[in-house]
């Protein structure tokens, strides 16, 4: 692929800031630099400042109409690279490049002055980026729209809530039509609605150019995302599926932050060992009453090991869904009442036991789940070593699109606020849909009854 297809080329990318030793220090170190090249007495090292690096030799290419998440903890150097990329930052060493008109949702308010009103900064911030006169009246009145903010377009900058300048922020940016756009946690501040209607543009952005995201919001990296990279300490960790970057850096800070002796392990491998042949399996499919129900579903029994973290104080033994007969399934029909079963074993002394489950898409996005701690709030429970503990969650089964989606299975000790995990495994159960149907949303609700009636003029 030859270098113009690319929208962003990072290569070798470092960034240093020097760490004074205290105020005086700024005027001794070129002193002592001069004498240091005078007097030849071989030290490196200047002793006024130390060196702090917060991006070290990042090196990745990002393809035209590709849409990319960063993620890492604050201080890993995901908004020095975006500063760099957007170049109101230069590297210490390396090169980054990017090709086309770059939009930056960087710090809020970046790019405007808080003395002027905000029509007076839409005609500044898009003068900057070499747009004329008449261009920018032709979008003037579409870029207000869209910030919904007609009444106070011509109040100084100073006077909007956060809310109110990062609304103007984004819509000036996307009516200037950029092919590479960059967001730094900027619709972190707006309301419920505006976010949403963001959202919606950006999924229609991504269609055909460049989207370059940092969050903490590690859902939305799956599902507006198509590659992602997870930064610590300014280095990259992984580069790929978004999929799998949240899984590792999910499972690696669990590790780190429970004293895990297999903390740079990121993921243990498990198997779950079903204990029903498959012929004595039950399928809620072939009932005769429930062939034309609008969604079916095929259970997979995992023939591979799935990744998942823990302590190692104990693990999940078995999961499986059953019907309300206690049968357990291997074909289920949407809208018909199943369990999900948690079977789990303490290693050790267990205080305060808490078993949970979420269903999630192929993008790794949540559609529903619960556990077990509410519901034992008021209970003291404990485990012994060797003891075996299991949860059974009813619910109706959704209506969901085709495709294919898993259960995780967790097993943990604590509180619902802090809490942790024993043992999580990411696709502890893989079921596949087989919807005949289509619907609006994550999912479908089976409608308990429906009526409609022509009331009479």
């Known amino acids: 692929m030859s270098e113009s297809e690319y929208a962003v080329n990072c290569e070798n990318v470092s960034k240093d800031y020097k760490i004074w030793r205290d105020s005086s220090s700024r005027l001794k170190a070129p002193v002592w630099a001069l004498f240091r090249r005078a007097f030849d007495n071989g030290k ?22 590709e849409s990319i998440g960063i993620i890492g903890r604050n201080g890993s150097g ?4 975006l500063q760099i990329l957007a170049g109101t930052l230069q590297p210490t060493r390396g090169t980054a490049k990017t090709r086309g008109r770059v939009a930056a949702l960087l710090e809020l308010g970046s790019g405007f002055n808080p003395e002027f009103s905000g029509r ?10 070499g747009f004329d006169r008449k261009n920018i009246n ?18 100084p900058l100073k006077t909007y809530s956060s809310g ?5 922020a984004f819509s000036v940016r996307i009516h200037l039509e950029p092919e590479i756009l960059i967001i730094d946690e900027a619709l972190a501040v707006g309301d419920f609605y505006f976010v949403q209607k963001c959202t919606r543009f950006i999924r229609e952005f ?18 507006i995302c198509e590659r992602c990279i997870w930064l610590k300490d300014g280095e990259i960790m992984y580069d790929g599926s978004p999929k799998v970057a949240v899984e590792q850096y999910l499972a690696f800070y669990h590790n780190a932050e429970n004293g895990s002796k297999n903390a740079t392990e990121i993921n243990n491998q498990l198997k779950l060992t079903y204990e029903l042949n498959e012929d004595q399996l039950h399928d809620q499919r072939e009932e005769e009453a429930l062939k034309n129900k609008p969604n079916q579903w095929e259970v997979l029994l995992l023939e591979e090991p799935s990744d998942s973290f823990g ?12 019907d309300s007969e206690g049968r357990r399934l291997s074909g289920v029909v949407g809208g018909e009442i199943v369990r999900f079963t948690i079977r789990a074993k303490a290693g050790t002394q267990i205080d305060l036991p808490i078993l949970g489950f979420n269903l999630k898409d192929r993008h790794g996005q949540y559609i529903f789940g619960d556990n077990t701690y509410l519901s034992n709030a008021e209970q003291s429970l404990k485990l012994e070593a060797e003891q075996e503990i299991t949860a059974s969650f009813e619910f109706r089964m959704p209506i969901l699109h085709p495709g294919t989606y898993a259960f995780i299975a967790s097993f943990s000790r604590g509180t619902q606020e802090s809490h942790t995990q024993i043992q999580w495994i990411h696709e502890a159960l893989v079921i596949h849909s087989k919807s005949r149907i289509t619907h609006q949303g994550i999912c479908g609700v089976p409608m ?8 009479q003029a």
């Open 44 to 65: 490196d090292d200047n002793p006024y400042y130390s060196t702090f690096s917060a991006l070290k030799d990042v090196s990745f290419k990002l393809k035209r109409g």
């Open 78 to 81: 995901k908004s020095t690279l």
């Open 120 to 129: 007076e900064n839409i005609y500044l911030y898009a003068a900057i980026l």
């Open 138 to 155: 032709e979008k003037l009145q579409e870029i207000i729209d869209f910030s919904e903010l007609e009444k106070f377009i011509d109040q």
């Open 164 to 168: 109110m300048t990062i609304r103007l």
């Open 206 to 223: 991504i269609k055909d150019r460049t989207l370059v995201l940092v969050t903490h919001d590690l859902s939305s990296v799956q599902n």
């Open 311 to 322: 302590s190692g104080e104990g693990h999940i033994v078995d999961c499986f869904l059953e």
């Open 448 to 455: 308990h009854k429906i009526v409609t009636r022509i009331l």
